[in-house]
């Protein structure tokens, strides 16, 4: 009873055929080892067969989802257990589905029984029951033991190897007997950081060898765990004069038994490291296509091979160092600490490589079903290329929830040595938003600075066959990393470069004319000229721009020299890394429980204001209150660019401990006077169970001598930001007229508004409500005299 296809389990089950019946040591155990939480537990039945442990499970207490791939063993579930509650019976492949009907919620307790040797993927499909267990529960595995099953039966049964294997990776695994059956019960997913280990030493002088990188029909790699107890991927030694593809396919087929047409093989990438001080060479081959049954003809080498998911290797234990560096050449970024190695990527013209599991086209049509809920991508180009593009193959480090998460939730692809996130997959409903205010046709050509892949491929999507985008970033490892993606599941019409993006896109590669559109997808603190000479006129130009420390990515339309604002959309991005990186000018007070940003000037003039701040403080109500659910960015950017002498106030202590009531690690807007300071914060004046029932007031707080006056320009601030600007709808708040202008543009040229000099240009804002010209930065002096309009 060794089956493999589900037609000749649900023949079994349709003659009527059993297993072996549930024992009173089995019901035992788990009545003992897995008792139902207080109030109630989940169990999850794996390969429930007609449902005997289902009901025992139910009997206990547990609420159960029973499941197995034979349509007639549920059906003879359903049958036989009508009288049983809590059971919801469900026809899944746990292998291969969706598991979109499982519960959502996790489980207190996971059973396979009888059914783990049946596994093919064994790692994978319990790494992924692991990742559903709540802290605390147990996954228990109930199977045959080899050394007590006959021969003939050996495939239903587990040797001590196999049940070693099954412990691994678990903070606690217990083993008790069942009437002769291991009963293992398995708590604590404790997946093993990757690490890459070597063989032992060898008596060559070199070393060349070709590893074959092979994925299945749902983007699973290939992969063996060695009797050495790591895992490898399939290639060996090149013979004579054979080629490094043409190895990789014979090793395929020697160690798995796959087939692979050489044409199918592509070498990839070169390694160059030493093994124990011998020079190595290895060829990572990338087959594009197989077929075959995977089987394991060398016993005496590997206990098994089976596919795994990429997000899951991060824990996967040790891999041989060859394999992890060639996993990294595919997916830089799969394993977290790579072995040093050169690598050589190779100019191949690699198809490529389809394959996705159905749980990602259901969670990538969710996805984009909750962008354009959001209201986010209006047209249809861009739909499409949300419900098409496989945003998971961009982001391979993470599950593919994570991946299509709808939300604010952005995949952080790289960090520096501070754990700052320098490189990400930005959130689908932001990319969905800047793509649409491009404005792109059919055929464009895009020029997008901050590479990663998907965001390319989506706009190359929108764009269509005629089109075509250049993306550049400044980081080697990340367009190393985009290349690789994109040569994996790319449209073959993006172009990834490396180099310094804020200088534009290389000569030979800028269309004639300029490009349609262009895209920055890191936060700017200024607008590099070449984005401007290199844009068609009338092109689009949306960028997030930081002004006085607030972000927000704008829509620009070219003409002539000018750049004008067109939309303005509330984000966040991680920071250029370029030659327009700009440190902010921070102080610090108090030792060091207050920091002052200087996010568009110079560091702050602090002489005398530490001893303000111990002095008595002034506060000034404003009269203007929100409720819970307003949106209050308009303020800050509103403040940020009307206000001579902007700063930003950050509190690294509790309010209760320090002097500003701001909230740690919160900012709040200031302005700066001599020895005098003042800032705008919340104060709750009601209380409620919703957020429109509760209400907060804008209040001034200030100190120093000038002091009431600072507080007195920062209230008229809020209160003409309230007549001006804001509105009954949160999307509804005025905007201003916004208008970038070369550096060293003279004043007289420059139209009437709030002017913020950057280092490569000028910015001009006209508010409503406000009239006259307002240099900026201006010197702390000038905070109280410096005002302008009605503010």
């Known amino acids: 009873m060794t089956y493999t296809a589900r037609d000749e389990w649900d023949r079994h089950f349709r003659d009527g055929r ?7 040591r089995e019901r035992a155990l788990l009545a003992e080892h897995t008792p139902v939480p207080g109030g109630g537990g989940r169990a999850l039945d794996v390969g429930c067969g007609t449902g005997e442990l289902a009901a025992c499970l139910a009997g206990l207490g547990y609420t159960v989802d029973a499941v197995d791939f034979a349509d007639r063993a549920i059906a003879r579930a359903r049958e036989e257990h009508t009288d049983v509650e809590g059971v919801r019976w469900l026809q899944l492949d746990i292998e291969r589905d969706d598991p979109a009907p499982l519960h959502e919620a996790e489980y207190d307790l996971i059973t396979l029984r009888l059914m783990y040797p049946f596994l093919k993927d064994r790692g994978r499909v319990v790494h992924a029951l692991g990742e559903r267990l709540r802290d605390g529960g147990a ?107 043409a190895a990789a396919v014979r090793e395929l087929a020697e160690e798995t038994g796959l087939i692979a047409d050489p044409s199918c093989a592509h070498v990839v990438t070169m390694l160059v490291d030493d093994s124990h001080g011998v020079p190595r060479l290895t060829a990572v081959v990338r087959i594009t296509g197989w077929s075959g049954n995977l089987a394991n003809p060398e016993p005496d080498k590997f206990d098994r091979w089976e596919f795994f998911d990429l997000h899951s290797l991060a824990c996967a234990g040790d891999v041989f160092v060859p394999a992890a560096s060639a996993l990294d050449a595919v997916w ?66 993470v599950n593919l929830a994570a991946a299509y998460d709808g939300g604010d939730r ?29 404005g792109l046709e059919p055929g464009a050509v895009v020029f997008e600075a901050g590479s990663g892949g998907y965001n390319a491929e989506l706009i190359a999507h929108v764009t269509g066959p005629d089109g075509r985008v250049v993306t550049v970033d400044i980081d080697p490892w990340v367009v190393r990393r985009t290349r690789a993606f994109l040569a994996e599941a790319g449209s073959g019409r993006v172009t990834a ?18 490009f349609d559109g262009s895209m920055i997808t890191y936060s700017c603190w200024d607008v590099a000229p070449a984005w401007r000479d290199q844009l068609a006129e009338g092109g689009r130009l949306v960028l997030p721009l930081e002004i006085g420390g607030y972000t927000r990515a704008i829509t620009f339309e070219r003409h002539g020299e000018v750049l004008h604002a067109r939309h303005f959309t509330y984000c966040g991005f991680v920071r250029d890394q370029g030659r327009q990186a700009r440190p902010v000018p921070v102080v610090s007070l108090l030792d060091g429980a207050l920091t002052l940003r200087s996010d568009d000037g110079t560091a702050a003039d602090t002489g005398g204001l530490e001893e303000a701040l111990r002095g008595r403080r002034h506060e000034v109500t404003t009269g203007v209150t929100m409720s819970g659910v307003v949106f209050f960015g308009s303020l800050q950017l509103y403040a940020a660019t009307t206000l001579s002498g902007f700063y930003r106030l950050v509190a690294h202590q509790d309010p209760e401990e320090g002097v500003t009531d701001i909230a740690k690690d919160r900012d709040a807007p200031a302005i700066l006077g001599d020895a005098s300071l003042a800032y705008l914060i919340h104060v709750q004046t009601k209380n409620g169970d919703r957020p429109q029932d ?36 949160n999307d509804q708040h005025a905007d201003p007229i916004l208008t970038v202008h070369p550096a060293g543009t003279p004043d007289d040229l420059l139209p009437a508004g709030d002017v913020l000099d950057k280092t490569a240009s000028r910015l001009v804002f006209r508010w409503p409500g406000r009239h006259g010209h307002l240099p900026a930065p201006a010197r702390p002096t000038d905070t109280i005299a410096a005002t302008a309009g009605d503010a």
């Open 410 to 438: 952005a995949v952080i692809t790289r960090r520096d040595g501070t754990g700052t996130a320098i490189s990400s997959v930005s959130a689908a409903w932001l990319q969905a938003d800047m793509i649409e205010h491009l």
């Open 18 to 24: 059993n297993f072996r019946p549930l024992g009173e």
């Open 694 to 729: 509760k209400e907060w007031e804008w209040t001034v707080h200030a100190f120093g001598e000038q002091g009431p006056e600072l507080a007195e320009q920062l209230a008229a601030t809020v209160r003409a930001w309230d007549r001006h600007i804001r509105a009954d709808a």
């Open 139 to 245: 996954l228990v595995v109930i199977t045959p033991v080899a050394a007590t099953t006959p021969e003939e039966r050996r495939g239903i049964a587990l040797d001590e190897d196999e049940i070693a294997l099954a412990r691994a990776g678990w903070e606690t695994a217990e083993q008790l007997d069942a009437d002769g059956l291991a009963f293992l019960v398995l708590r604590g997913p404790c997946h093993t950081d990757a690490r890459a280990v070597e063989k032992r030493p060898t008596a060559a002088h070199a070393l060349t060898g070709a590893l074959a990188v092979v994925t299945d029909d749902a983007g699973r790699v290939l992969l063996g765990r060695s009797r050495r107890g790591m895992l490898e991927l399939p290639g060996g030694k090149t013979r004579g004069p054979e080629d490094f593809a």
């Open 332 to 397: 830089p970024g799969i394993i977290p600490v790579p072995p040093p190695v050169m690598s050589y990527p190779l100019a191949v013209e690699q198809p490529p490589v389809p394959g996705e599991p159905a749980e990602a086209v259901r969670l990538r049509q969710a996805m984009a079903r909750t962008v354009v809920d959001g209201g986010w991508a209006p047209s249809e180009p861009v739909r499409r290329a949300l419900r098409t593009v496989p945003r998971h193959r961009f982001a391979p480090e």
């Open 497 to 514: 470069v490396e180099a310094d993006a804020a200088l534009g896109a290389p000569a030979h590669l800028v269309p004639r004319g300029g």
